[in-house]
Nanobody, 114 residues
């Protein structure tokens, strides 16, 4: 399984970013995909999740601001992040768990300045 994340960067508070994560080595359309994030000195936390049936789950801290979506044709999961705040600063990881084994992408840094 390989997960390649991209789209991070340095933005100002209130700006938007869209993260992408392309998967290979899996039957993408059959798997739940998720985004996690980890800020310095903190644990890695779930940001959003999308099932093969396009059902979504969000952390309370991002509800109404972030949108997770997927393109099964492109083997890609997206995270649209709007109204970013400095508290969103973290490394963002995409992940998939297959038969109890989690695979992680390399992470993409998102930095939001005030």
């Amino acid at each position: 399984v390989q997960l390649q994340a991209s789209g991070g960067g340095l933005v100002q508070a209130g700006d938007s970013l869209r993260l992408s994560c392309t998967a290979s080595g899996i039957i993408f359309g059959e798997n739940t995909m998720a985004w996690y994030r980890q800020a310095p000195g903190k644990q890695r936390d779930l940001v959003a999740r999308i099932t093969p049936y396009f059902s979504t789950t969000y952390a309370d801290s991002v509800k109404g601001r972030f949108t997770i979506s997927r393109s099964n044709a492109k083997n890609t999961v997206y995270l649209q992040m709007n109204s970013l705040t400095p508290e969103d600063t973290a490394v963002y990881y995409c992940t998939v768990t297959i038969r109890g084994v989690a695979s992680w992408g390399q992470g993409t840094q998102v930095t939001v300045s005030s």
